[in-house]
């Protein structure tokens, strides 16, 4: 099973490049209008259509599951290299979890989150109403 993300953008570049840091893949179709991501590690299919001009992005964001903390630093590795990574939290409150996470914001500003959980907490932060 694969999830399915259509993402409107008007930097078709940049948000390429993003993603393709992102998700560590390069994308399987690419077009001067389109790009196609597929990957397995997570389950993706994310396309991207550029536009004259996309709309806002609200305070929603989107995550990818890892299952563990080495995973998480090789995704920090990868998004500070690339001067993506805009906040890494380890060991970390949120959500009613420990957890350890790296951020990365698209060129539309859609906030997504590279993440682990070390274990369930049953304590409220912040983040869960950011």
């Given at each position: 099973?694969?999830?399915?993300?259509?993402?409107?953008?008007?930097?078709?570049?940049?948000?390429?490049?993003?993603?393709?840091?992102?998700?560590?893949?390069?994308?399987?179709?690419?077009?001067?209008?389109?790009?196609?991501f597929i990957t397995?590690?997570?389950?993706?299919?994310?396309?991207?259509?550029?536009?004259?001009?996309?709309?806002?992005?609200?305070?929603?964001?989107?995550?990818?599951?890892?299952?563990?903390?080495?995973?998480?630093?090789?995704?920090?590795?990868?998004?500070?290299?690339?001067g993506l990574?805009?906040?890494?939290?380890?060991?970390?409150?949120?959500?009613?979890?420990?957890?350890?996470?790296?951020?990365?914001?698209?060129?539309?500003?859609?906030?997504?989150?590279?993440?682990?959980?070390?274990?369930?907490?049953?304590?409220?932060?912040?983040?869960?109403?950011?």
């Amino acid at each position: 099973m694969k999830i399915h993300l259509n993402f409107a953008t008007s930097e078709l570049a940049r948000s390429v490049d993003f993603y393709s840091t992102l998700l560590d893949a390069a994308p399987i179709k690419l077009l001067p209008d389109y790009a196609l991501f597929i990957t397995e590690r997570p389950g993706l299919e994310l396309a991207l259509d550029a536009v004259d001009s996309a709309p806002l992005i609200g305070h929603d964001h989107y995550g990818i599951f890892v299952e563990s903390a080495g995973e998480v630093e090789s995704a920090i590795e990868r998004l500070q290299a690339a001067g993506l990574a805009s906040q890494i939290e380890r060991a970390t409150t949120c959500c009613y979890a420990n957890q350890t996470k790296v951020w990365a914001t698209d060129p539309m500003g859609r906030r997504w989150e590279i993440y682990t959980v070390h274990e369930e907490t049953g304590e409220p932060d912040a983040c869960c109403t950011a």
